[in-house]
């Protein structure tokens, strides 16, 4: 099977992320970048978050009330990370990334700041940080 130069450009990019990751994790004492939360499905982009699914602010979305305006209202009063917290954590997980926009949001029953931004090397990036405590709960490369 013969691949295209691109293919194989893509390949060698995703194994130096990889290895990336394990250093940083190896760095901080962890066994693997990756924990996988059991029952947990993955998500069609690729996952390279740590403790996903695991915030500090629980919440029954049913409890929201209804439109936008109030649910952004209601989540805001149960954040205790600031909107630049949040994309200042998430800046510090892709290094050289650019902001383009940040809201809070669910996600998996927690509250968070889904944060959506540029990696240096053009690819979007979802960074959902905890809005209690500024953790970066999950970190997703979208196709």
């Known amino acids: 099977m013969k691949r295209s130069r691109r293919a194989w450009m893509m390949i060698a990019a995703g194994a130096l992320a990889i290895i990336a990751l394990v250093g940083v994790a190896v760095a901080r004492g962890k066994s693997s970048p990756v924990q ?17 699914g695991v ?13 936008d305006t109030a649910e952004a209202l209601a989540l805001q009063r149960l ?8 994309e200042a954590a998430a800046l510090k997980a892709v290094p050289g990334g650019t ?3 940040s809201e809070l949001d669910t996600e998996d029953g927690f509250v968070v700041w889904e944060v959506d931004l540029v990696a240096s090397d053009g690819t979007s990036r979802e960074v ?15 196709d």
């Not at 982009?45 to 996903?52: M, N, R």
């Not at 954040?79 to 949040?86: E, H, I, L, Q, T």
């Open 36 to 52: 996988q939360v059991p029952g947990a499905q993955r998500s069609p982009t690729a996952q390279l978050g740590v403790q996903h």
């Open 55 to 67: 915030g500090t602010i629980r919440l029954d979305e049913s409890t929201l009330p209804d439109g």
């Open 79 to 86: 954040a205790k990370v600031s909107r630049g917290d949040a």
């Open 99 to 101: 902001v383009i926009d």
């Open 128 to 142: 959902n940080v905890d809005a209690g405590d500024a953790k970066v709960l999950d970190l997703e490369i979208d």
